[in-house]
Each structure stands twice: as structure tokens, then as C-alpha cells.
């Protein structure tokens, strides 16, 4: 039974800085990849950072020289600065798991929400 916790979420003024956690907990073989991403009103899930085993990281354009992922075990951060209205949204965490067989599960979390309005 693996679980993602999210929190971190909240009310922020533009500008303002928040951070995200996600702690993955369960049947934990090896952890891949962990992630980040948004979903605003009226929106499609989108991409906002992954964090790969090897250390690698990615960002979306949009978030780019504001945003940071970063992976401790079992825990992913995004910490979040200079934030802008149009980071509003609900941020879901999201996790890659090897299987001991071999092959790779998704999981996500239940999502936290971010608003940033002045």
C-alpha cells in the first residue's frame, strides 16, 4: 500500500514563497522519479519539475529560475519564490516505483492547493 502525502499548500501574495513536500510511504522497492504538477480551473494537468534517481531535474518553461525540486529518500520539496497569480492552482505529487519483478508503477498524491492573489 504505497501512500503521498502533500503539504505545504496555502493563500500567498504575488511574490510571495511557498514549499511544497511529498513523502512516498508503503511497498517501496526503488523510487525512479518523483514530480510535480499543476491543474488550474478550466486547465489540463500539466508539468511543473520531475526529479530523476540520478539527480536530474526538469522544469517547465513557466517555472523556470523560480521554482526548485529537490528529493531527501523518501521526500520531495518544490520550494516556490517570486510567485505570480497564474501559479494558481491545485499542485499534485507524483511518483515513479520499480517493482522488485521489474517495471514501473505511477502513484499520485491528493493534491494541495496553491493561490496566489493579492
Known amino acids: 500500500q504505497v501512500q503521498l502525502v502533500e503539504s505545504g499548500g496555502g493563500l500567498v501574495q504575488p511574490g510571495g514563497s511557498l514549499r511544497l513536500s511529498c513523502v512516498v510511504s508503503?511497498?517501496?522497492?526503488?523510487?525512479?522519479?518523483m514530480g510535480w504538477y499543476r491543474q488550474a480551473p478550466g486547465e489540463q494537468r500539466d508539468l511543473v519539475a520531475t526529479?530523476?534517481?540520478?539527480?536530474s531535474t526538469n522544469y517547465a518553461d513557466s517555472v523556470k529560475g523560480r521554482f526548485t525540486i529537490s528529493r531527501d529518500k523518501n521526500t520531495v520539496y518544490l520550494q516556490m519564490n517570486n510567485l505570480k497569480p497564474e501559479d494558481t492552482a491545485v499542485y499534485y505529487c507524483?511518483?515513479?516505483?520499480?517493482?522488485?519483478?521489474?517495471?514501473?508503477?505511477?502513484?499520485w498524491g491528493q493534491g494541495t492547493q496553491v493561490t496566489v492573489s493579492s
Open positions: 526529479h530523476t534517481s540520478d539527480g
Open positions: 507524483n511518483a515513479a516505483l520499480r517493482q522488485p519483478q521489474g517495471g514501473n508503477l505511477i502513484y
Open positions: 508503503g511497498n517501496i522497492f526503488t523510487i525512479v522519479a
